[in-house]
């Protein structure tokens, strides 16, 4: 009988640590609430970005159909309706952030988009042992 991969045991020696700029390796794992903050942090702005550049492809696009109208009014109607609809999404996520900022200290939550800082200061009583 074949003896694959996925039948034998592989016994993993201590605690799995991941790898690259969001793994433990070589490091504190007191430091781990740092790497989720950096990681929520980079999606965040990764995200914001991407907002970003499909409103210039809306905008762009809504332009030119603008351009090519050729003066028919339903047209250019549809090409405005697109572009605003565009910069309505685009402040949406760029005021989502502030927003859900402005909530947290409302509600005295003030560490909502700093989760590393919230878990730390989890008294020790909730977590257990």
Same mark, same amino acid.
């Given at each position: 009988?074949?003896?694959?991969?996925?039948?034998?045991?592989?016994?993993?020696?201590?605690?799995?640590?991941?790898?690259?700029?969001?793994?433990?390796?070589?490091?504190?794992?007191?430091?781990?609430?740092?790497?989720?903050?950096?990681?929520?942090?980079?999606? /965040? %702005? !990764?995200?914001?970005? *991407? +907002?970003? #550049?499909?409103? =210039?492809?809306?905008?762009? &696009?809504?332009?030119?159909?603008?351009?090519?109208?050729?003066?028919?009014?339903?047209?250019?109607?549809?090409?405005?309706?697109?572009?605003?609809?565009?910069? /309505? %999404? !685009?402040?949406?996520? *760029? +005021?989502? #952030?502030?927003? =859900?900022?402005?909530?947290? &200290?409302?509600?005295?939550?003030?560490?909502?988009?700093?989760?590393?800082?919230?878990?730390?200061?989890?008294?020790?009583?909730?977590?257990?042992?």
């Amino acid at each position: 009988m074949e003896n694959f991969i996925a039948q034998r045991e592989i016994p993993i020696n201590g605690t799995i640590e991941g790898f690259g700029p969001l793994g433990l390796e070589g490091r504190n794992p007191q430091e781990s609430t740092n790497i989720f903050n950096f990681f929520l942090s980079s999606t /965040i %702005g !990764l995200l914001t970005i *991407i +907002a970003a #550049i499909w409103f =210039l492809f809306v905008l762009i &696009t809504g332009a030119i159909s603008i351009i090519s109208s050729g003066g028919d009014k339903a047209k250019v109607a549809e090409a405005r309706g697109r572009i605003t609809t565009g910069l /309505i %999404g !685009l402040i949406v996520v *760029i +005021a989502g #952030i502030f927003i =859900l900022e402005l909530i947290g &200290t409302l509600i005295g939550f003030d560490l909502i988009l700093n989760p590393g800082e919230f878990i730390q200061r989890i008294p020790p009583w909730i977590v257990g042992p």
